[in-house]
């Protein structure tokens, strides 16, 4: 009850800027962050594109072909060390899958608010059958472990064969399982 | 950083899989066919007193596990495709089921990530309400995850406390929200309902009982040789490869590593609230059993904080559009620390009222990955007690 | 005259004719003697499908102690077991599986379906690898509503299940 005047004041100008408009966001770009972007546009030039840098938050698009060197750069040159997430992103319309790796740090103090949103795309197919099409990635999993079951979920929910992956076999869903991968947006579910 | 995995890690999971490209869509467990005279495949789960809602398929030399090959996605619900139908109000019900006994820490990071879509700035009462119900929430996860524990390692005394304790914690939910488990309270800009009268009091009170009682779970479990011999030097998890393997939560920090989403990245007022992570450095069954109990003590402590800096008045929640939408193009990834660990909320708008696509990073599914790693070389009789001290929800992991 | 009736072709009818007479004579209070003593010692399968499963966990629990009324914490093997109480949701992957564990169980047995997933679907109506309620796959005895039911709805469905069992007709008594 006695703190509460002097603390949040300072507390919420922090938060504010993250949600407010883009202009002015575009201004106070954070500088820690601004740092990461840059060094890993220093090393790959205009192989990878910005997407964008937020508070925390570095989002990197990278094409399919240089996401691994990319990972690798990330890991040894930059310190990250585990995947916290691998989220696929069904993009019919560019006819493309996007994977979307979230890196993170434990071994790196200064990183551990941090999080590098490393995003490649696959191409993708009107009728996909999954392992046999050219819906394909580079695993990372020789250079992060940690994303080993999260690509076998990505493989049967998104069909995205990662190769060199040594265990592409199914997941989550029932052996039975003959659709196509259920969180492609073409995949509709009933009553809907 | 040592680019090179380490040998365990790689036969662990050479040894189950084959290598024909033909095999990539056989279910799991077809592929254990490489067995010898001497190796025996047993399947356990998902109707077993030690597996939960999900399967193991375990192959043993005697009396010693050689490889285990988990088969998770017996409630896997497709709570991302549900998700993508519903408009960012009605996707909290079922967005907190998958820890129907942890719902406002799952609830939490969805919340958060809404809230930056949409840019709304939440009351300062309303940040302290939800720290309250969210440590509350990991004691009541907590208690049920060590009844769970008691019952895996045949201490039918561990299954009987923790059970009967957490009614208190329960009690203080169901006064503070109205359901006893699925409270469905955060919502973006807020919580639904203020606190009721008098509840200051009574949180008080029953929290400093709860804690007064946990202590005494040291003299009946973890003072008691049976456990520690059954737990110690079992499941060793290294520092190298927990980092290596991405592990989170209690295990994370039962490794030596200190990483507690509360302190890192404090969300809400989490930073200023005087938060004590657990590190412990054995990494093995028993230090990833006592870290949780330890963070209930932490977290009655964070609870009284919040007691006391809460104003005490003011709105708990600011009024929403009738069907919020983002703001074109947005992307937002937010991460709380939930009872298993970080939990993650990765949400993709495109200007609708739904969310285009929304991927839950849970904790559970991100400790499986050291399953199979921690278990080649046990012994059998200690699979459930490495199992179960990975802090695992089977429903969460399947989502 | 009972003499003439009874010759060797007409035997086995006879027998039949006892069974029956026997059966009316003692069935019904063996058979109750019988359901009286199945009620108060219903062993539920252990065997969680989904998040119900914590308030079953929770009606073990000593505020609510479940084990009062004769239904015994789910342990051990399915063998000895007469009770499915199915705690939730039921996926596609786990309707093969549950039902095989029916089979396995000796008879009598029965079935509570706990939660609105266990009826109907409940929230995960229109997911595509959720069964909309267990009756398709197995013989439901009670429904116990609540999305999840609280301990006491669930106390309270075992109550009418071992109601039902009293009035049911207990087999091969003779």
Known sequence: MSSDSNKPVEEKPETKPVVKKPEEKSVELPKFEKDISDKIVEKFGDKVEVAFVKKDRVGINVSRENVHDVAEFIRDGLNYDHVESVSGVDYPQDNEIAVVYHIGSYSDPTLARQLLVLSTRAQREENPIPGNDATRLPTLRDIFYSVEFHEREIFEMFGVYFEGHPDNRRLLLPEDWADIPPLRKDFAIKGR | ?399 | MLKDLLTPETANVFVGKLGDILEKAIGKPLGYAINWGRIWSLWPVHIETACCSVEFGAASSPRYDIERFGIIEAFGSLRQCDLVVVQGTITRKMAPRLRLVYDQMPEPKYVIAMGACAITGGLYFDSYNVLPGIDGILPVDVYVPGCPPRPETLIQGCLLLQEKIKRMKARTIV
């Open chain 2, 1 to 399: 950083m040592t680019t090179e995995l380490p040998a365990d890690i790689q036969s662990s999971s050479s040894e189950i899989q084959t290598d024909k490209p033909s095999s990539n869509w056989l279910p799991p467990g077809l592929a254990l066919q490489k067995v010898d005279e001497r190796i025996m495949t047993l399947n356990v789960g998902p109707q077993h007193p030690g597996s939960g809602h999900m399967r193991l398929i375990v192959q043993i030399d005697g009396d010693y596990i050689v490889a285990c090959d988990p088969d998770p996605g017996y409630v896997h619900r497709g709570e991302e495709k549900m998700a993508e139908y519903r408009n960012y109000i009605t996707n909290i019900p079922h967005l907190e089921r998958p820890v129907i006994h942890d719902s406002c820490n799952m609830l939490y990071p969805y919340v958060l990530g809404v809230e930056e879509l949409l840019g709304i700035e939440v009351p300062e009462r309303a940040k302290y309400v939800r720290v309250i119900a969210a440590e509350l929430n990991r004691c009541i996860y907590i208690m049920y995850w060590l009844a769970i524990y008691g019952i895996f390692l045949g201490h039918s005394t561990m299954f009987m406390w923790p059970t009967g304790d957490r009614e208190l914690l329960i009690d203080l939910m169901e006064k503070m929200t109205g359901a006893r488990v699925t409270h469905s309270h955060f919502i973006p800009g807020g919580v639904r309902n203020d606190l009721p009268a008098n509840f200051e009091e009574v949180c008080l009170r029953q929290v400093n009982y709860f804690e007064k009682r946990i202590k005494e779970y040291a003299a009946v479990f973890y003072d008691n040789p049976i456990l520690i011999s059954r737990t110690q030097n079992t499941g060793v998890l290294s520092r190298q490869d927990a980092i290596r393997l991405g592990v989170t939560g209690s295990v994370l920090r039962a490794s030596g590593i200190d990483f507690d989403v509360r302190k890192k990245e404090p969300y809400d007022v989490y930073d200023e609230l005087d938060i004590q992570s657990i590190v412990m450095t054995e990494g093995d069954a028993y230090a990833r059993s006592k870290i949780p109990w330890l963070d209930m003590m932490d977290s009655c402590n964070i609870i009284r904080q919040a007691l006391q800096k809460m104003p005490k008045s003011g709105s708990v929640r600011v009024k929403l559009k009738p069907n919020p939408k983002g703001k074109g193009l947005d992307t937002v990834y937010k991460r709380v620390e939930s009872g298993r660990g970080s939990l993650g909320c990765y949400i993709v708008s495109d200007g609708k009222p739904e969310p285009y696509r929304l991927k839950l990073s849970v904790p559970s599914f991100r400790n499986l990955i050291a399953l199979p790693y921690l278990l080649k070389g046990e012994k059998l009789g200690n699979m459930p007690s490495v199992y179960w001290s990975l802090n695992y929800w089977p429903v969460e992991a399947d989502r």
